[in-house]
C-alpha cells in the first residue's frame, strides 16, 4: 500500500514536498515514480526513480525545480517541489514497480507500474 502526502495549497514561487509511504519490506526493491493528473488531461510522469536512487528522471517541466530522492530504511519516497507554478497545479500520484531489482533501472508510463497511492491535491495559485 502506499500512501502520499504533503499536497496543499500554496502561491507561486512556492515550495511543497510530498511523501510517499509505503509498508512492506520489498518496497525498498521498488522503482517509484511521481505522477501527476490535471482535470482533462493524461496522466504524466513528473519524476521517477531506481530502487537504489542512482538512476533519476525528471519531466522536462519540471527540471532544476523538483527533486524526487529516497529513504530506503524508512519506505518513503519524497519529491521536492520548488519554484512551483500554477500549471504544476494536478493531483500528484506516486507508484512502485516490482521485479526491477537487477535492471535497477525506472520507468516512465504508468502501465509499467504495479501499485499505486490515492493521490495528493497540489494546487497552486499566481
Known amino acids: 500500500q502506499l500512501v502520499e502526502s504533503g499536497g496543499g495549497l500554496v502561491q507561486a514561487g512556492e515550495s511543497l514536498r510530498l511523501s510517499c509511504a509505503a509498508s512492506g519490506r520489498t518496497f525498498s526493491r521498488y522503482a517509484v515514480g511521481w505522477f501527476r493528473q490535471a482535470p482533462g488531461k493524461e496522466r504524466e510522469v513528473v519524476a521517477a526513480?531506481?530502487?537504489?536512487?542512482?538512476?533519476?528522471h525528471y519531466l522536462d517541466s519540471v527540471k532544476g525545480r523538483f527533486t524526487i530522492s529516497r529513504d530506503n530504511a524508512k519506505n518513503t519516497v519524497f519529491l521536492q517541489m520548488n519554484s512551483l507554478k500554477p500549471e504544476d497545479t494536478a493531483v500528484y500520484y506516486c507508484?512502485?514497480?516490482?521485479?526491477?531489482?537487477?535492471?535497477?533501472?525506472?520507468?516512465?508510463?504508468?502501465?509499467?507500474?504495479?501499485?499505486w497511492g490515492q493521490g495528493t491535491q497540489v494546487t497552486v495559485s499566481s
Open positions: 507508484a512502485g514497480a516490482s521485479g526491477t531489482y537487477y535492471s535497477n533501472r525506472y520507468f516512465t508510463r504508468p502501465l509499467e507500474y504495479d501499485y
Open positions: 526513480i531506481s530502487w537504489s536512487g542512482g538512476s533519476t
